[in-house]
């Protein structure tokens, strides 16, 4: 398998906006995608976590990939489905959505919550592979799955090398893992997920990254890879610093209804999570605003 063209550089992992009702809001997710394009986005993934797509209906993430492809600029930029589920059969569905509206790429975390063994993760990846046509990234996610992958099993090792994977979203801080991927098979894509590590995440060897804070803080991470690209490593981790002050603050409130807040202090209204996410007190609101205006 050739290394897939065109797939590195910034992905926002794009929020779910909700209306007054909270019903999806299309228009608010066409303006964020406006916005972060002209920020420096490569390309966005639809219905991840940081979209809410666990306190999500079938039929809302559906309408998500939809709105997402009814983009007007959508020739311009790159569309990755999560298409994860506990059930293959539902995740096989999203994915069998998303090669319908014609989409870039497709990712999954591995199937969570009852922590299958790496046999059967290896089985629920191919299945999604065989059943539609798309490039498969795996969505490496330890935190919130519950499950570590084991790289030296010889079923993980397969997918990673035979072309049932396309490339790893490193959700993890074990940035020593993603450069064994990388090492396994250099043509993968291979993406850090963490925010907080994205220059540890590029000197090992990964093509971009796909982010939850992108939503609002794209110009700052452009500098930070502008500076890395310059190799300007003092100046990275200067950038580097405020990007963690930033996330610092918003995981101390609770991490998708500050980047919500956030994104309507700056002209995106975008509704609040879905219970049980917390709402935040106005002390919490004033914190997050006061760092990140000191720091983006």
Do not use: W
């Amino acid at each position: 398998m050739k290394k897939m063209q065109d797939m590195g550089g910034f992905f926002v992992a794009a929020l779910t906006p909700y209306d007054e009702q909270g019903r999806f809001n299309a228009k608010a997710l066409h303006a964020i995608m406006d916005r972060t394009i002209e920020q420096g986005a490569s390309g966005f993934l639809i219905g991840g976590s940081s979209a809410e797509c666990p306190l999500l209906s079938h039929e809302e993430r559906e309408a998500g990939l939809v709105a997402a492809s009814e983009y007007a600029g959508r020739a311009g930029t790159k569309l990755m489905a999560s298409v994860a589920a506990i059930s293959t059969e539902e995740a096989v569905a999203y994915a069998k959505v998303a090669g319908q509206l014609r989409y870039d790429a497709m990712i999954s975390t591995v199937p969570y919550y009852y922590k299958f063994g790496m046999k059967n993760i290896a089985r629920y990846m191919r299945t999604l592979r065989e059943a539609v046509d798309l490039p498969l990234f795996l969505y490496n996610f330890p935190g919130n799955t519950g499950v570590e992958i084991d790289i030296a099993d010889p079923d993980i090792r397969a997918i990673l090398t035979d072309g049932t994977i396309a490339g790893v979203k490193q959700t993890s801080l074990n940035l020593h893992q993603m450069e064994r991927i990388k090492n396994l098979n250099p043509d993968l894509v291979i993406y850090g997920g963490f925010d907080e590590v994205y220059i540890g995440a590029r000197m090992l060897g990964a093509d971009g990254a796909i982010g939850s804070t992108f939503n609002f803080t794209l110009p700052l991470f452009t500098k930070i890879e502008a500076a890395y690209a310059a190799r300007d490593i003092e100046l990275a981790q200067q950038l580097q610093r405020r990007a963690n002050n930033i996330m610092e603050a918003l995981v101390s409130c609770s991490l998708f209804p500050s980047i919500k807040h956030i994104m309507k202090v700056q002209g995106i209204d975008c509704g609040a999570c879905r219970a049980p996410f917390p709402e935040l007190t106005q002390e919490q609101k004033a914190y997050v605003e006061k760092v990140v205006s000191e720091n983006l």
